[in-house]
């Protein structure tokens, strides 16, 4: 108990000095917030467009709007950018700072991914709440059950999303070509999560492949609980798909992180 509570007061004294630097730089997070919402809301366009003669695979205008919304809001939830920090900080030296610190750079990368969260999650809430008297396409359940589901699956995502993300950000150890890296899995990610199309409209093969890769767990699942379309065989094997994932991925940064500090070496910082 004495090791988690220590814990604790760590995060809280890091997280008071992102929040701090959040509401310091205000403008820059506001224009990376709408800049984050043209890819969904384009997206959207393409899809109304091509479902304004009549459903699509099930899904009508009304849905398509559901969807990339809901795509919109997960998207902010899940998303995480440590890639190109710990990038900048490999390869400028000044990793080393954070290792003379008396607490893990690990807590201050995801302590600062925490605040972001909270940050975007309050914003979007209020919208989402704000429209709901005025547009059908917002309603989704509110029976409490099927709202910790979809909290339960977003949280899971952004677990999985972080820890894949920052284990490829840790090859940086070994080459100095990791961002080339971190831009071919943005680009399957966008393909294969769920952010062009729902899932029952790619094709069989994606769906196919979709089940060896984490990108449909980090997207795609989650969307279609709170859109009320689920494509899998049930709950319980969609969490339990989700939670391996997550458990993986952070075995998998421990080993890199270890052997990565054996390899370390900075010039500068």
Do not use: C
Request: charged share 15%; proline share 3%.
């Amino acid at each position: 108990m004495s090791r988690l509570r220590s814990l604790l007061r760590v995060y809280s004294r890091l997280m008071k000095v992102h929040w701090a630097i959040l509401l310091e730089y205000r403008g820059d997070t506001l224009f990376y917030m709408l800049g984050s919402f043209i890819y969904p809301l384009v997206t959207l366009a393409v899809w109304t467009a091509i479902s304004a003669g009549g459903a699509v695979g099930g899904y009508d205008q009304r849905d398509f709007i559901t969807y990339f919304l809901a795509v919109l809001f997960v998207g902010r939830l899940v998303a995480s950018w440590d890639a190109w920090e710990i990038e900048q900080h490999l390869r400028e030296g000044t990793l080393s700072n954070y290792l003379l610190r008396p607490s893990s750079y690990f807590h201050w990368r995801f302590s600062e991914n925490i605040v972001y969260k909270l940050f975007y999650g309050t914003l979007m809430l209020i919208a989402w709440a704000v429209a709901w008297p005025f547009t059908d396409v917002v309603h989704i359940s509110l029976d409490p059950i099927d709202l910790l589901t979809v909290l339960l699956a977003i949280l899971l995502a952004a677990l999985i999303r972080y820890m894949l993300f920052y284990a490829i950000a840790l090859f940086g150890f070994w080459t100095t070509r990791m961002l080339a890296l971190v831009t071919l899995f943005e680009a399957l990610s966008q393909f294969f999560s769920g952010r062009i199309a729902p899932y029952s409209l790619l094709p069989d093969w994606v769906q196919t492949l979709q089940a060896y890769t984490p990108f449909y767990w980090i997207l795609g699942f989650p969307v279609d609980l709170l859109t009320g379309k689920t494509h899998v065989p049930s709950l319980a094997y969609g969490f339990t798909v989700q939670l391996a994932w997550a458990v993986g991925l952070t075995a998998l940064y421990l080993v890199l992180w270890k052997r990565g500090l054996k390899t370390y070496s900075a010039v500068g910082g």
